[in-house]
């Protein structure tokens, strides 16, 4: 019995990776975050080693192997609208609270006042490998922030709460809270994009400048978060106000959570259907002017979710590449068989770009209150990388899963979680033909955003400047002219800024083999079209150095 165990211990199933540190072994991260101060690479190398554990690993599998349930009443048929989660969730929540990814570009002061957002974007792709859904309600108050500074009476109130790095879920009003977290409340069952269709009334209440709302929300997530910033129709049109869940005398605000969504990803956090009776909720900003509000919530949104999603990428890479260095076929490692590595390598590329396409946002983030250009850039690009990343995850995790084999379909591995939670992230926050329609309604207002890239990219391309900016800026004008051709001219925007943040950070071979196989050559639906042209292996050395 002994012996027959241990051949099946050594065999040719490579064992899962263990106590990786997903900071330290990732070439791509680290030079994309090379200038950060030291303080921040210390903290990211910590996060890196804590996320790559195979403990940590285990509590996103717990997290997501029970969803949460909703408890309506209690037992003595008290409405009590509770979410009850995996203590696993909550663990990760508190480490990430802890990590500030819910608040860390809104503190005043630190050693990271000039690179907030892209030191948060890599404590946001370093957690993301472990599980998506938790971060949901983490991106949420990071966004609905950038909403609360419109009405400085509101943000002096609830700043400081958010700001707070301690995870705390208890079930009471905010101010009796060592932290509290938000959420965003704006899709209706008839009015997803089209915001026109918001049928959420808010009527003027009392004394106190606040909003009786009265409406329905079709899809919340994180509802146990402590207010929502949410949409409604005011006398002066289509608002933005804040709506806690608990009011300061300590009685539940007049908020019912109808059902959870049964999802096909994020598992981990629960999304619900919202019911308004005459909630109390304050504006932010001012009445009518909810759009303006909601673009900024939306920038921020996006970029998390291209930032997950090309987390998720790179850990379905991990894996697979780990995999195939380790798994014979034939009498060969499959690393070492031209198919396998040039169909790996060409997945690497995807991942690489779509790594250095979303921190290159983020650092135009930091530098957009001094840069008009890099403003510019970050406004049009956040929607840009937002389809092309979110979209280009699933094709990549589901080759990685055919690497595997039928292993990595089965659901003990995270392979088809990774898949799930990136098909999720495409709905999430404007799905690709809102992205479409949003760029060309900033084009259609001014060549600004479209002249800020052709600047950020001219120096970085080289000698395939010229023409490869020519083809964008054609793009632009078929796409200004005929609506329907928005995808082609949204792809090229990700793709150009991906191939010229691979020339100007990485070797001469990534970012050379990038261009000539997405730029230089027409439309392609599959990996490993690569050809000897180009060191496969050596890319995939680079990009996943051997542990």
């Given at each position: 019995m002994s012996r027959a165990f241990n051949r099946i211990e050594g065999s040719n199933l490579p064992a899962a990776p263990a106590d990786v540190n997903l900071f330290a072994s990732d070439p791509v991260l680290a030079a994309m975050t090379e200038h950060v101060p030291a303080a921040t690479l210390e903290v990211l190398s910590g996060l890196g080693q804590f996320f790559g554990a195979t403990d940590t690993l285990e509590l996103g599998r717990l997290a997501n192997q029970q969803a949460p349930a909703l408890r309506t009443h209690d037992a003595q048929g008290n409405r009590i609208d509770n979410v009850e989660y995996h203590p696993a969730y909550h663990a990760l929540m508190r480490r990430s609270v802890a990590a500030g990814l819910h608040c860390s570009v809104w503190d005043a002061a630190g050693a990271e006042g000039r690179v907030?957002?892209?030191?948060?974007?890599?404590?946001?792709?370093l957690t993301a490998q472990v599980d998506a859904g938790h971060l949901l309600q983490l991106s949420a108050t990071n966004a609905a922030v950038s909403a609360l500074a419109h009405s400085p009476r509101l943000a002096e109130q609830w700043l400081p709460m958010v700001r707070s790095r301690k995870y705390d879920a208890t079930?009471?009003?905010a101010p009796q809270k060592a932290g509290i977290l938000m959420s965003l409340a704006f899709t209706e069952r008839q009015a997803?994009?089209?915001?026109?269709?918001?049928?959420?009334?808010?009527?003027?209440?009392?004394?106190?400048?606040?909003?009786?709302?009265?409406?329905?929300?079709?899809?919340?997530?994180?509802?146990?978060?402590?207010a929502y910033v949410t949409l409604a129709q005011t006398r002066e049109g289509l608002s933005t106000l804040l709506v806690p869940r608990f009011l300061?005398?300590?009685t539940r605000n007049r908020i019912r959570m109808m059902r959870l969504k049964d999802k096909l990803g994020t598992r981990s956090s629960a999304a619900a259907e919202l019911e308004l009776d005459g909630a109390t909720g304050w504006l932010l900003g001012s009445s009518g002017e909810g759009e303006a509000t909601l673009r900024e919530v939306s920038t921020l949104s996006r970029l998390d979710d291209a930032v997950i999603a090309s987390s998720l990428m790179r850990a379905a890479l991990a894996e697979a590449v780990h995999h195939a260095r380790r798994r014979t076929v034939g009498g060969a490692l499959l690393v070492d068989q031209p198919l396998m590595a040039r169909v790996l390598a060409d997945a690497a590329l995807d991942v690489t770009a779509a790594t250095s396409l979303v921190f290159r946002i983020a650092s135009a983030l930091d530098r957009a209150?001094?840069?008009?250009?890099?403003?510019?850039f970050a406004r049009l690009m956040t929607p840009a990388a937002k389809y092309w990343v979110v979209k280009s995850a699933p094709s990549v995790i589901a080759e990685m899963m055919e690497t595997v084999g039928a292993n990595g379909a089965v659901e003990e591995s995270r392979l088809p979680r990774l898949y799930r939670d990136a098909?999720?992230?495409?709905?999430?926050?404007?799905?690709g033909n809102v992205l479409c329609l949003d760029i060309l309604r900033m084009l259609g207002k001014s060549s600004d955003p479209l002249d800020a890239v052709l600047a950020v990219c001219e120096d970085s391309l080289g000698g395939s400047a010229k023409a490869t900016l020519n083809i964008l800026r054609a793009a632009t004008a078929v796409a200004l002219a005929d609506e329907g051709s928005a995808r082609v001219l949204t792809e090229q925007l990700a793709l150009t800024v991906a191939a010229a943040t691979l020339h100007h950070s990485f070797p001469a071979e990534v970012g050379d083999a990038f261009l000539d196989t997405r730029l230089g050559k027409g439309w392609r639906t599959t990996y490993g079209m690569l050809d000897s042209r180009f060191d496969a292996r050596g890319i995939l050395d680079?990009?996943?150095?051997?542990q």
């Amino acid at each position: 019995m002994s012996r027959a165990f241990n051949r099946i211990e050594g065999s040719n199933l490579p064992a899962a990776p263990a106590d990786v540190n997903l900071f330290a072994s990732d070439p791509v991260l680290a030079a994309m975050t090379e200038h950060v101060p030291a303080a921040t690479l210390e903290v990211l190398s910590g996060l890196g080693q804590f996320f790559g554990a195979t403990d940590t690993l285990e509590l996103g599998r717990l997290a997501n192997q029970q969803a949460p349930a909703l408890r309506t009443h209690d037992a003595q048929g008290n409405r009590i609208d509770n979410v009850e989660y995996h203590p696993a969730y909550h663990a990760l929540m508190r480490r990430s609270v802890a990590a500030g990814l819910h608040c860390s570009v809104w503190d005043a002061a630190g050693a990271e006042g000039r690179v907030r957002s892209l030191a948060r974007a890599a404590r946001l792709y370093l957690t993301a490998q472990v599980d998506a859904g938790h971060l949901l309600q983490l991106s949420a108050t990071n966004a609905a922030v950038s909403a609360l500074a419109h009405s400085p009476r509101l943000a002096e109130q609830w700043l400081p709460m958010v700001r707070s790095r301690k995870y705390d879920a208890t079930n009471k009003p905010a101010p009796q809270k060592a932290g509290i977290l938000m959420s965003l409340a704006f899709t209706e069952r008839q009015a997803g994009s089209d915001h026109s269709l918001i049928a959420t009334k808010a009527e003027r209440g009392g004394n106190d400048a606040n909003y009786r709302l009265t409406g329905a929300k079709w899809f919340v997530n994180a509802p146990m978060s402590d207010a929502y910033v949410t949409l409604a129709q005011t006398r002066e049109g289509l608002s933005t106000l804040l709506v806690p869940r608990f009011l300061a005398d300590g009685t539940r605000n007049r908020i019912r959570m109808m059902r959870l969504k049964d999802k096909l990803g994020t598992r981990s956090s629960a999304a619900a259907e919202l019911e308004l009776d005459g909630a109390t909720g304050w504006l932010l900003g001012s009445s009518g002017e909810g759009e303006a509000t909601l673009r900024e919530v939306s920038t921020l949104s996006r970029l998390d979710d291209a930032v997950i999603a090309s987390s998720l990428m790179r850990a379905a890479l991990a894996e697979a590449v780990h995999h195939a260095r380790r798994r014979t076929v034939g009498g060969a490692l499959l690393v070492d068989q031209p198919l396998m590595a040039r169909v790996l390598a060409d997945a690497a590329l995807d991942v690489t770009a779509a790594t250095s396409l979303v921190f290159r946002i983020a650092s135009a983030l930091d530098r957009a209150g001094d840069d008009p250009v890099e403003a510019n850039f970050a406004r049009l690009m956040t929607p840009a990388a937002k389809y092309w990343v979110v979209k280009s995850a699933p094709s990549v995790i589901a080759e990685m899963m055919e690497t595997v084999g039928a292993n990595g379909a089965v659901e003990e591995s995270r392979l088809p979680r990774l898949y799930r939670d990136a098909a999720s992230l495409a709905i999430a926050d404007g799905p690709g033909n809102v992205l479409c329609l949003d760029i060309l309604r900033m084009l259609g207002k001014s060549s600004d955003p479209l002249d800020a890239v052709l600047a950020v990219c001219e120096d970085s391309l080289g000698g395939s400047a010229k023409a490869t900016l020519n083809i964008l800026r054609a793009a632009t004008a078929v796409a200004l002219a005929d609506e329907g051709s928005a995808r082609v001219l949204t792809e090229q925007l990700a793709l150009t800024v991906a191939a010229a943040t691979l020339h100007h950070s990485f070797p001469a071979e990534v970012g050379d083999a990038f261009l000539d196989t997405r730029l230089g050559k027409g439309w392609r639906t599959t990996y490993g079209m690569l050809d000897s042209r180009f060191d496969a292996r050596g890319i995939l050395d680079f990009v996943c150095p051997n542990q």
